[in-house]
C-alpha cells in the first residue's frame, strides 16, 4: 500500500527513522534562531549579572562585605526575610485551599474565584499598595475606626490605641502587600495540575476507609508536591525581590521599614553606587538560585513521571 501511495506521488519510500523533507526546517533556521535566542539571553540576562557584580566590587572584597553589613543593609535583609517567612506560608496555606476546592468541587462563583485569584497578575503593584493605604491609612477604614466615637467594639479600639499597632508605614503593611501581590503563584501553579489529576484516586482512597487527612497527606500531596515546590520558588523569589507595592507601603524609613530593593534605590540615589550593587548582588544571587531550584524541581519532576510511566507499562515479554 505505501509503495502504491509513491508510486501515485512520484516519490522513493521515505527510509524509516527520518522526518519528510516537507516537515523538516533548513539547518540556517535552526542556527538562527539559536543564535538569535542566545544573544538575547547574553544580552539581556548575562550583561547586567555581570555588570551587577563587577560593579559591586569595584572597590575590593573589603568594601563589597562593608556594605553587606552595614546596619541599615542588615536591618533591609532582616526585614525582607522576615516579610518572606510570612507571606510564602501564607501563599501556601491559600494556594493549596484555592486549588482544593476549584479542582474537586463544584460552587456558585467559581468562574469568579479563578479571575480573583489572577487579579495581582493584572494589578500593578503600585495600585496594590494604594489599595492598603486606603484601607489602613490614617485616612483609611482602619484610621476612622481608631477615632470613632462610637465604634462597634470600643474595648478593640482601645487596646489598638494603647498598643500603637500600626499597618501602614510599619511592618504589618508590609507583609499584607507582599502577600497580596504573591498570592496567585502557588494557585495558579496547582489549580491546572489537580484538575487534570481528577479525583479519582481520592474517591478510591475515601472507599477503602482513608480519612480526609490521610487521603490529602498520602495521595493528594504527592501528586502535587512538584507543582507545589515549583510554585512556592516562585514565590519566594517574587517575595524578596517586590518594589512596588512595598514602596507605597513602606514610609522608605531607614534601618525600620526598608526591604533589600527599598534599600537599593535609597543608595542608589545617594550616588553609593558600591553598596547599592553590593546589596543588589544579593538579589542577583537570590535569581540564581531560584534558576538552579526550578531546574532541579523541573528534573526531578520528569525523572518522576518517567518512572511513573515505566511502572505502569505492561511487560511483554
Known sequence: MASAISSLHGHSAQPAGTAPNATRDPAWVKWLLVTVALG???LFLVLPLV?????????????YFASLVDP???SAIKLTLTTVAVAVPANLAFGIAASWAI???NFP???VLITLIDLPFAVSPVISGLIYVLLFGAQGWYGHYLSAENPWFPSLQQWLIEADIRIIFAVPGIILATTFVTFPFVARELIPLMQAQGSDEEMAAITLGASGWQTFWRVTLPNIKWGLFYGVILCNARAMGEFGAV???SGHIRGETNTIPL????????????AAFAVASLLAMLALVTLVL??????RHAQSLRTETLDRTPNVS
Open 263 to 274: 534599600h537599593v534605590e535609597i543608595l542608589y540615589n545617594e550616588y553609593n553606587f558600591v
Open 247 to 249: 514602596s507605597v507601603v
Open 294 to 299: 526550578k531546574s532541579l524541581v523541573e528534573w
Open 103 to 105: 479542582a474537586k468541587f
Open 72 to 74: 541599615d543593609a542588615a
Open 40 to 42: 538575547f539571553l547574553l
Open 51 to 63: 555588570a551587577v557584580f563587577a560593579e559591586a566590587l569595584r572597590r575590593g572584597f573589603g568594601a
Open 109 to 111: 462563583g467559581k468562574s
